[in-house]
């Protein structure tokens, strides 16, 4: 198994560019189940979950081709058809390793009335039912039915009619799912306590392109007008914020200078909130955002949240920035119970973490060390990364499959703003 060596110490200045996002991309992907005509996704990025998730689309059915590009390049273009679903069955070989294979559900049940989908894996981050996907889905008219490990939903002869709910707590991914299974239902869908996200928004964006009615937008409060037939488009993925806001945090811990090309400061007014906050300068433009810290790094508190507020996706990151801070920072974990993984391997570096249930208590170090450290998920992995740019000696990082599942190439693009790093084989 490869693993990433970094030598810290290295102040990152340059141009980084920003991929497709991940979250938003394995979003729009299965929108190719609702309809016959192509649908064609610009700035896909290359990640390990977009490719699990082409495998999971072909078993449906779904043909996929991608356009020439040169390897050297970030993003690729993949257009996708399903002219005939030939298979409403999600097999737990291929949904167990990736939660977002769940977002299948909507689409298929919209399109061909029944969908039979094995329970998702993912990151072990904490608890995530689907109970909320499969409540909404059940307010639209569907039957559900959990046996052996899957999900067996159906529809009335004739669709889906439609239906009203409200999420009791948002859900990103269940609005996800509702949102598809409407757009081809015979009524009228209203959903109340919606998720916000900017990933949200991008998925409504495509289906509207695709021919779907949905008022509200960027609102809690959507509603969905069922329609005949969706027909092909052509869309281009959001750029990744979670990704910007990451590579945000390694210029800032070693002192750099780094411009995010590509990045959308409107979709990121939390992170660079909580980063003005820490000290690190973030100035706006069309191009993206530029980074730079010239001062010392300063303690915050925060909470994540729901859209608008502070990304759950961002609070590993952060935390290995304020590790360096002047003072004592608290950090809050609302969405999950178990996402303080990265803490004991951020310790071993010399950071000084105290965890209290969903509290996290970081008191700024003077300086990190290399150590081996061991990814535990996506964010966290990233965490290990920042930290050891800013390390003194050699941080090894293990378990790269986290890392290749959400960011591109990662090694690449920090070795193009000055980082020393590089992937290596295991032996």
């Known amino acids: 198994m490869d693993k990433i060596i970094i030598k810290g110490g290295k102040r990152l200045t340059g141009t980084l560019p920003i991929s497709g996002a991940k979250n938003a991309a394995l979003t729009l ?14 700035n896909l990025p290359r ?3 977009i490719d699990g998730f082409q495998h999971l689309l072909n078993q449906f059915g779904v043909s996929t081709t991608i356009a020439g590009s040169r390897p050297q390049d ?14 409403t069955t999600a097999p737990y070989e291929l949904v167990r390793k990736m939660r977002a294979s769940i977002l299948v559900l909507g689409p298929l049940l919209g399109r061909a009335g029944e969908a039979k989908v094995s329970l998702p894996g993912g990151c072990a981050i904490g608890n995530r039912p689907i109970d ?12 559900i039915e959990l046996a052996a490990g899957y999900v067996r939903a159906a529809a009335p002869d004739g669709g889906l009619p439609g239906g009203d709910f409200a999420f009791p707590v948002v859900s990103v991914g269940a609005t996800e799912n509702a949102l598809m299974a409407a757009v081809l239902a015979n009524g009228t869908t209203r959903l109340d306590n919606a998720a916000r ?23 809690s409060d959507l509603t969905i007008h069922g329609v005949p037939r969706l027909h092909g488009a052509t869309y281009r993925v959001m750029a990744d914020r979670i990704e910007a806001g990451s590579y945000a945090c ?15 400061p409107a979709e990121m007014r939390a992170t660079t909130h909580a980063l003005r906050n820490a000290g690190v300068n973030v100035e706006e433009s069309d191009a993206g955002l530029r980074v730079y810290c010239d001062g010392p ?15 759950t996706d961002m609070q590993a990151q952060l935390m290995a920035l304020l590790c360096q801070a002047d003072g004592t920072s608290v950090l809050n974990e609302t969405i999950f119970e178990n996402r303080y993984m990265h803490v004991p391997e951020l310790n071993r570096m010399g950071a000084h973490i105290e965890t209290n249930g969903r509290t996290a208590v970081v008191h700024g170090v003077d300086r990190l060390t290399g150590a081996e450290v061991m990814a535990t998920d996506l964010r966290a992995s990233m965490s ?10 050699e941080t090894v990082v293990h378990r790269l499959y986290h890392l290749d599942r959400g960011y591109e190439r990662l090694e690449e693009k920090l070795a193009l703003v000055g980082a020393d790093i590089e992937r290596v084989g295991s032996d």
């Open 132 to 143: 909320l996907h499969l409540k909404a889905l059940e307010a639209m008219g569907a039957e």
């Open 250 to 264: 390694a210029a800032a811990i070693t002192g750099g200078d780094v411009m995010l090309k590509g990045a959308n």
């Open 74 to 87: 970030f993003g690729r273009v993949m257009t996708l058809q399903t002219p005939r679903l030939t298979n």
């Open 47 to 49: 990640l390990a979950d």
């Open 197 to 219: 996200e900017p990933e949200i928004v991008d998925l409504c964006n495509l289906l509207v392109a695709m021919g779907a009615r949905i008022e509200n937008i960027g609102e």
């Open 297 to 311: 790094l300063r303690a915050v508190n925060l909470s994540t949240a729901p859209y608008p507020g502070f990304a």
């Open 29 to 42: 992907l299965p929108c190719a189940l609702l309809t016959e005509e192509p649908l064609t996704l610009r």
């Open 384 to 393: 290990l990364v920042i930290a050891g740019l800013a390390a003194e000696g």
